[in-house]
């Protein structure tokens, strides 16, 4: 069910499910009423009540939604909150996880970093609005990824990229234009003073994780992030 799990603060546990957690999306087509199962088994397993965990409408874009207890689901591409749960869909997109403190308790976010995500600013976006509710000590848990070597894009999109985000440019193992988002991600958060504590693996090479670029007809995992005693 999970790729990694690890508790990342005192009462604070990150996690990034796999395939044997089940696609966790509702807009690829899938069943509903099963999704809605794979939700409530994983909440369960991590000792979340049920529908405890938030999840946002992603749109590639970025948009940061501060979440309280009676949020309804934000149409962001960002989630903050003190303390509730929280969860990011990806399929090749980096899910990022960050963990902070403040005098009130744990600040937490989950932030869906695609390129449009990564080229407009909503990774360094999420941190500031974190810092706004008092968080200090902020870490960044960065999920697995489609990597540089991986990832293609025509050249004029590289460049229009790169323009916004240097390190993104890599070239693929094949020996054409690429992005590297990961790289720009690493970029963005050592730019706002947030270490990176964990990078994860590649989502196209790794067959236990869900990829767009390697099926387009496919699931999306999760980046999960909540509170426990």
């Excluded at 395939?19 to 409530?40: F, I, S, Y």
């Excluded at 020996?175 to 270490?195: C, M």
């Amino acid at each position: 069910m999970f790729h990694w799990c690890a508790d990342i603060l005192p009462g604070v546990s990150a996690a990034f499910t796999d395939t044997g957690a089940g696609n966790l999306a509702l807009h690829v087509g899938d069943d509903p009423a099963q999704v809605e199962l794979r939700r409530a088994e994983l909440e369960q397993r991590i000792g979340v009540a049920r529908q405890g965990l938030r999840f946002m409408n992603q749109v590639h874009g970025a948009t940061v939604a501060v979440m309280e207890a009676d949020t309804p689901a934000p149409k962001a591409d960002a989630m903050v909150s003190r303390g509730l749960p929280l969860a990011v869909m990806v399929a090749d997109c980096i899910p990022v996880l960050l963990a902070g403190e403040a005098v009130d308790g744990p600040v937490l976010a989950a932030v869906h970093a695609g390129r449009p995500g990564i080229a407009h600013g909503v990774i360094p976006a999420a941190v500031e609005r974190m810092k706004s509710l008092g968080a200090s000590g902020i870490r960044a848990w960065l999920g697995p990824s489609i990597c540089g070597n991986c990832y293609e894009v025509p050249a004029a999109l590289q460049d229009e990229v790169a323009a916004a985000v240097p390190t993104t440019r890599s070239t693929t193992s094949w020996g054409t234009p690429g992005l590297d988002l990961p790289a720009g991600a690493r970029s963005q958060l050592e730019d706002a003073g947030v270490e990176v504590a964990y990078t994860g693996v590649c989502t196209l090479e790794t067959e236990s994780l869900y990829s767009y670029r390697r099926n387009k007809e496919t699931g999306r995992f999760a980046g999960l992030v909540w509170c426990h005693e």
